[in-house]
Antibody, heavy 123, light 108 residues
Framework: EVQLVESGGGLVQPGGSLRLSCVVS????????MGWVRQAPGKGLEWVGRSRNKDNSYFTEYAAPVKGRFVISRDDSKNSLYLQMNSLKTEDTAVYFCARAGTGLGATYFDSWGQGTLVTVSS | EIVLTQSPGILSLSPGERATLSCRAS???????LAWYQHKPGQAPRLLIYGASSRATGIPDRFSGSGSGTDFTLTISRLEPEDFAVYYC?????????FGGGTNVEIK
């Protein structure tokens, strides 16, 4: 069974940093693209960024609102995906979902999701 | 950057009725790389459709997707009580990826 479990959310002040983790099981992690998606309170889903798979050198891509502030990394030995969030703003307040995508560019829709972790940026 | 516009924002229907949701893209993108998701409060989103018209594993056949180019549609042939939720389209053919703003299918 495919499972994704996020952790690391919490309350942080504007300008602060936070690192989210996503531990996965039930599939070969290194084969898959992985992504982060967020949902601000009362808003829709927003793509944050993704990491391509091992065959694509783990290339990372980001949405404009987080580019230069957020960094996605992964540790295949720990079946873990990370989201390092720096220079946090109040508008980054959201539930952050970790999601699994396919194994190639033609299949990068998200077919499995975690339950999400809440990040609140407030003074 | 591709922008996806979903309509209507809210769709009020009764169980057993047909739901038709629209997703329009600001420009064409690769190979109809368009997905649809269902999202209920407090739950993980659920993949329904990928490649514009292919049903994901375990998705009932009352859900169907169609369209190409810039215009896509999700149809729920007969609404079941568990289908009332928010639905999002997403394009994954061009970076940055993008979601539409969502359609809330609510009970009338």
């Amino acid at each position: 069974e495919v499972q994704l479990v996020e952790s690391g959310g919490g309350l942080v002040q504007p300008g602060g940093s936070l690192r989210l983790s996503c531990v996965v099981s039930g599939f070969i992690f290194s084969d898959h693209y992985m992504g982060w998606v967020r949902q601000a309170p009362g808003k829709g889903l927003e793509w944050v960024g993704r990491s391509r798979n091992k065959d694509n050198s783990y290339f990372t891509e980001y949405a404009a609102p987080v580019k230069g502030r957020f960094v996605i990394s992964r540790d295949d030995s720990k079946n873990s995906l990370y989201l390092q969030m720096n220079s946090l703003k109040t508008e980054d307040t959201a539930v952050y979902f970790c999601a699994r995508a396919g194994t190639g560019l033609g299949a990068t829709y998200f077919d499995s999701w975690g339950q999400g972790t809440l990040v609140t940026v407030s003074s | 950057e591709i922008v996806l516009t979903q309509s209507p924002g809210i769709l009020s229907l009764s169980p057993g009725e047909r739901a038709t949701l629209s997703c329009r893209a600001s420009q064409s993108f690769s190979n109809s790389y368009l997905a649809w998701y269902q999202h209920k409060p407090g739950q993980a989103p659920r993949l329904l459709i990928y490649g514009a018209s292919s049903r994901a594993t375990g998705i009932p056949d009352r859900f169907s997707g169609s369209g190409s180019g810039t215009d896509f549609t999700l149809t729920i042939s007969r609404l079941e009580p568990e289908d009332f939720a928010v639905y999002y389209c997403q394009q994954y053919g061009n970076s940055p990826l993008a979601f539409g703003g969502g359609t809330n299918v609510e009970i009338k």
